[in-house]
């Protein structure tokens, strides 16, 4: 199986068939169309063929419907609740942002970093019960609760580095608006798509990058001496080239990929007729993908502001 962003790890967004397993699906029970009524003269059928043909009219000049009305998870709604969600990361991430600046002073000149710690665990508590508790029921308010926290998080450690490199935090989220900008509209357009082939490479490079990733924090954690810098193996050079640099750029591309599987898995949840409940799914599933890119430019960044 291909490892793909967790949030979609749910029938609604795999299987072809998923219509009938999950509930609120098109076959669910109780939800079996009617059948269409018997015709027993040729008077009824001439008043039902034009009662028929009065309801086909007003139904061509209503307005489409759309994910209210017909209770399915589509695109537009899809956005909405991503922009809803992200909104909630930003005052998150003002309110940490402020947290961890609050305190620094000429006396205490360091920063605050219980915003960032406290963030980082309470998201990704809130991220396991969101990915878990979803297989029975998605509940936006833990997803709402996800997006504060993450906030908490994203706004403490930008605060954090730009306390360190002045200005670092504009050019992260300058650059990670291009790549997710850039990877939307090649996508939209058709240009880049998910397959079986570049997936199977994500998965080995993805689990390849998380062992290494492990790696590093243990042996920064014993001081081993291979390992010093702020960013451990990270602060390496090869052949004159940050390690960290290196690395990023493969990391960036991951994310970017990750972010078209995210982008067809609700192209799927939506071609399945999936609930519209659904959509949070999907909402936050790209929202997990966006900060985990923005975390990693800026680390780049400050690499390379590092080694200069």
């Known amino acids: 199986m291909a490892l793909r962003n967790p949030a979609f790890d749910n029938p609604a967004f795999q299987d072809k068939k998923a219509v009938q397993t999950y509930p609120?699906?098109?076959?669910?029970?109780?939800?079996?169309?009617?059948?269409?009524?018997?015709?027993?003269?040729?008077?009824?059928?001439?008043?039902?063929?034009?009662?028929?043909?009065?309801?086909?009219?007003?139904?061509?000049?209503?307005?489409?419907?759309?994910?209210?009305?017909?209770?399915?998870?589509?695109?537009?709604?899809?956005?909405?609740?991503?922009?809803?969600?992200?909104?909630?990361?930003?005052?998150?991430?003002?309110?940490?942002?402020?947290?961890?600046?609050?305190?620094?002073?000429?006396?205490?000149?360091?920063?605050?970093?219980?915003?960032?710690?406290?963030?980082?665990?309470?998201?990704?508590v809130l991220s396991m019960v969101v990915i878990f508790g979803s297989r029975k029921k998605v509940r936006p308010a833990f997803i709402f609760a996800y997006a504060a926290f993450e906030g908490l998080f994203v706004g403490g450690i930008s605060a954090f580095f730009e306390f360190i490199w002045p200005g670092i935090v504009v050019q992260a989220t300058l650059a990670t608006l291009t790549v997710v900008g850039v990877t939307l509209a090649l996508f939209a357009s058709g240009?880049?798509?998910?397959?079986?082939?570049?997936?199977?490479?994500?998965?080995?490079?993805?689990?390849?990058?998380?062992?290494?990733?492990?790696?590093?924090?243990?042996?920064?954690?014993?001081?081993?001496?291979?390992?010093?810098?702020?960013?451990?193996?990270l602060s390496q050079t090869f052949m004159g080239i940050p390690l960290g640099l290196i690395i990023g750029i493969f990391v960036v591309i991951m994310a970017a990929y990750s972010l078209v599987l995210d982008f067809d898995q609700i192209q799927q949840g939506v071609r399945n007729g999936a609930p519209r409940q659904y959509a949070w799914l999907g909402a936050f599933g790209i929202m997990v993908t966006v900060v985990w890119l923005y975390v990693e430019i800026l680390r780049i960044l400050a690499i390379l502001r590092g080694s200069n």
């Open 24 to 124: 609120g699906g098109r076959q669910a029970p109780g939800l079996t169309p009617p059948a269409a009524p018997t015709q027993y003269a040729t008077a009824q059928a001439a008043g039902t063929d034009a009662a028929a043909q009065a309801q086909l009219e007003g139904m061509y000049a209503a307005p489409p419907a759309g994910a209210i009305e017909t209770d399915r998870m589509s695109v537009e709604d899809t956005v909405w609740k991503t922009v809803g969600l992200f909104a909630i990361l930003v005052v998150g991430a003002v309110a940490g942002w402020i947290w961890t600046m609050a305190g620094v002073s000429a006396q205490n000149p360091s920063p605050n970093m219980a915003p960032w710690l406290i963030g980082m665990l309470g998201g990704f």
């Open 191 to 233: 240009k880049v798509r998910a397959s079986k082939r570049a997936t199977k490479v994500f998965m080995i490079a993805m689990i390849g990058y998380l062992v290494f990733s492990l790696i590093n924090i243990g042996l920064m954690l014993f001081n081993v001496p291979i390992a010093g810098g702020a960013f451990g193996l």
